[in-house]
């Protein structure tokens, strides 16, 4: 037998705030057309990808070996499109690698992960380590929580910091580059939705081949 809490029902008392839209105040025959309405075929890019910036991808290998190999930051030199290069700095879980989009461009990474929500999230920022405000959010989710089926489901977000707009340590820039990397935010989308099906590619080539996804020389 199923026991139940003593205590009632939750009752939430009624909202005063303009701009909330609940069952109590917009009856189903109000809020349905309010929902179609906002529904459209073709979206603008920049209302999808103007302030944040997120892809989704299903990968047919366990979560938490896809946790593990993301979060170790040395991965990214694997499954990223341009970052080569990682060398310890003397900071604690500082790397500093090269950014091969920007000419002559350093990025540093700090990688904070959490096992048991399966997040990973990459502190970076272009030619200085000071200030990592660059922040790649990813998350790994059990597919068969998600999808009734095994594997991963990795969802990557990305925020439009400011800085991408201005770069606020222009003395620290190199010489005579070209680019700077908020130039390529309009991007940002169909160049993560790359990288992540490498992520994709490289995690279920060596999960069906059995080998450890994160490779032996990261250990």
Known sequence: MTETLEDEPIEVPQLDVPGVYRIETTPLKEGMPMVLDMTRAVYPHDEIYGEYCTVTDFIDAPPDEVYAYLADTRSLCEWTYSMRGFERTAEPDLWVSDDRVGTHTRIYTRTVANPDARTVDYHCAWDQGEHLWMIYLMRVVDAQLVLNKPGSVVTWTNCHHPFYEDNA??????????VWVGDFWHLF??????ELRNLKAICEHRHANGQPIKPEWMN
């Not at 340590?169 to 070209?178: A, F, I, V």
């Not at 989308?189 to 790359?194: F, R």
């Open 189 to 194: 989308a169909a160049g993560h939705l790359m």
């Open 169 to 178: 340590y222009p003395q620290t820039e190199p010489e005579g580059r070209p």
